[in-house]
């Protein structure tokens, strides 16, 4: 049997972000630039191939998902545009051919 009473238990308050002090963010690595000529070639052709690559990248993806930033309104958008001008022409010749 308990000696005492039951204390009553504390109200409980929302969560809160810690406000204490964060670790500050670690700094990146340092990078070198190259000093001989060929190599500061080397690093240019690669930053070249390296942004077509993106490109291409995104443009695959793009016409695949169809929300990314290089296409203008969605996949859905794009598709019934396509399909209105596909019917445009359906139309056009539907209309040359009885003459």
């Not at 990078?31 to 080397?42: E, G, L, N, T, V």
């Not at 695959?60 to 396509?82: C, D, M, P, T």
């Amino acid at each position: 049997m308990p000696q005492a009473g039951l204390k009553k238990r504390e109200k409980t308050s929302k969560v809160k972000k810690p406000t204490g002090k964060i670790a500050p963010k670690r700094a990146a690595p340092r990078k070198i630039a190259p000093r001989r000529k060929s190599a500061q070639r080397d690093v240019e052709i690669a930053k070249r191939h390296q942004a077509a690559l993106t490109a291409t990248t995104e443009k695959l993806l793009a016409s695949r998902v169809g929300h990314l930033e290089i296409l203008k309104g969605n996949r859905r958008e794009i598709e019934k545009k396509n399909k209105e001008e596909e019917e445009k022409k359906k139309k056009k010749a539907a209309n040359a051919q009885p003459k």
